[in-house]
């Protein structure tokens, strides 16, 4: 377990689900330009900033060379961790072919698991949420086949060009995209990440659970001292949490 401690007047900041470049670069330019607002902001407070996960709708790192485009949030995350701000970064489902480029460039570490925090006391598991709990069968799938090392080594010799083509085409075509599949509330009882966490609070206690994908902000008590926190989304709710501290707040940001 990782622990934190805030300097006084500081705080910590969760976002999740930008999915910037679809459906088309054009269109989701708008949605970079508000994130990057948001950015500018937070920086004023931000002690440590935590991106949980499909930051991009499609990611993937050759050897020398990253997609094109998204030169805003970058160069923002650039400013911010060139300013001593700590950002964390959790791979998504749609950007898990992560791979080196924000630990060398922007001196941002990078998760493919979820982690546990303790933050001025407060203990916290933080993750994306995909393949986690008794659901979501179709991405644990879906997943071993994007992380097979023979499936990587093929894709990355595809010229760049056809690549980044192929994969947007897929990425777009998946409805969790607009999350009109994935944005529908299936009650306490049902909500996967819900039972995962109520799992494990059966081993171990966490005063917070926090993870993104499902592309809706949540707030659920799993018992009296502990919570559920889902991000929503940066494409129809612009909601991200706030953590003073002491208290952790989910918000929208106009």
Sequence with gaps: ????????????????????????MKESRVRELKFVRWLDTVKKDAGVIFLMGDLFDFWFEYKTVIPKGFTRTLGKLAELSDA??????????????????????????VYHKPHQYTINGTSFFI??????????KG?????????????????????PDLGVRLAKHLSVSNKLISGDDDAKFLGNDKEWLV?????KL?????????????????????????????????????TYAEFDGSKLSLKEFS
């Design 202 to 238: 059966e081993s171990q206690h966490f005063d917070h659970f926090i993870f993104g994908h499902r592309h809706l902000p949540l707030e659920i008590e799993l018992k009296k001292d502990s919570m559920y926190t889902n991000l929503g989304d940066w494409i129809k709710y612009y």
């Design 1 to 24: 377990m990782t622990n934190i401690e805030l300097p006084a007047g500081k705080k910590v900041y969760f976002a999740s689900d930008n999915h910037l470049g679809a459906p088309t």
């Design 127 to 136: 993750g994306h949420g995909d393949g986690l709990g008794p659901d979501d």
């Design 84 to 109: 001593g701000i700590q950002i964390h970064y959790f791979v998504g489902n749609h950007d898990l072919w992560m791979n080196g480029y924000f630990e060398e460039e922007l001196n941002i570490p």
């Design 195 to 199: 039972l995962y966490a109520k799992r």
């Design 139 to 159: 991405f644990k799938r879906m997943k071993k086949v994007f992380t097979n090392p023979v499936a990587k080594w093929f894709f990355k010799w595809l010229h």
